[in-house]
């Protein structure tokens, strides 16, 4: 079965630092994978997807994650974060029937 | 910019007690989710719909929750009785599109406390 793990439950980071988020993940085939992030009191939204190809993937607000497949991961970066990036941040993989399967989620404290 | 709404955003209610939770997806949206979040977890999927079929509801818990999606548009997920491990955050996602793995758009959520 598909499952998602993303090891850390907090992380803190001062303001103007680089990010990294890990997520590794467990899927027998080729994998559809996915970064959201929820702000308090909010939905996700999507910040980016990797389906084939170039396995560095562009996203929104500047984050970019890295498939790698000989280490089933898949980690969100960031360069220099902003508080506003302070929420928390899910990674997903994409099993059968179009549904996804979530982490547990990372809670990113930014402080200044 | 369409955006999906879910209602109530917040519900207190007594254990046994019966409670429904409201969601409009995104105009044309023919897949629409409902997923359920316990508090330092991820979303897990309850149900999905395609149109008013569902597709997928093998985590749906039949005895006590029940989903429907009469005309293929809007959707009402009710919980009855409801008991404390229900205490959560419901979201509803809908999608667009053929390609597998279109993006899913997320609502606010409900977020449910039983007492």
């Known amino acids: 079965a598909q499952s998602v793990t993303q090891p850390d439950i907090h992380i803190t980071v001062s303001e103007g630092a680089s990010l990294e988020l890990r997520c590794n993940y467990s899927?027998?085939?080729?994998?559809?994978l996915f970064w959201y992030v929820q702000s308090p009191g909010q939905g996700l939204q999507l910040l980016l997807k990797?389906?084939?190809?170039?396995?560095l993937v562009q996203g929104i607000k500047g984050f970019e994650a890295e498939f790698k497949r000989s280490q089933s991961s898949f980690n969100l970066r960031k360069p220099s974060v902003h508080w506003s990036d302070a929420a928390e941040y899910f990674c997903?993989?994409?099993?059968?029937?179009?549904?996804?399967?979530f982490g547990a989620g990372t809670i990113l404290r930014v402080k200044s | 910019e369409a955006e999906v709404a879910q209602s109530p955003r917040y519900k207190i209610t007594e254990k046994s007690q019966a409670v429904a939770f409201w969601c409009d997806p995104i105009?044309?949206?023919?897949?629409l989710y409902w997923y359920r979040q316990i508090l330092g977890q991820g979303p897990e999927l309850l149900v999905q719909f395609q149109d008013e079929s569902v597709v997928d509801d093998s985590q749906l818990p039949k005895d006590r929750f029940s989903a429907e999606r009469l005309k293929g548009v809007d959707s009402t997920l009710k919980i009855q009785p409801a008991e404390l491990g229900d205490s959560a955050m419901y979201l509803c996602?809908?999608?667009?599109?053929?390609?597998?793995?279109?993006?899913?758009?997320f609502g606010p959520g409900t977020r449910l406390t039983v007492l």
């Open positions: 899927y027998g085939a080729t994998p559809y």
């Open positions: 105009s044309g949206h023919a897949t």
């Open positions: 996602a809908s999608q667009g599109g053929s390609q597998r793995y279109n993006e899913q758009f």
């Open positions: 997903a993989v994409g099993a059968n029937g179009n549904k996804l399967v």
């Open positions: 990797y389906f084939s190809g170039d396995t």
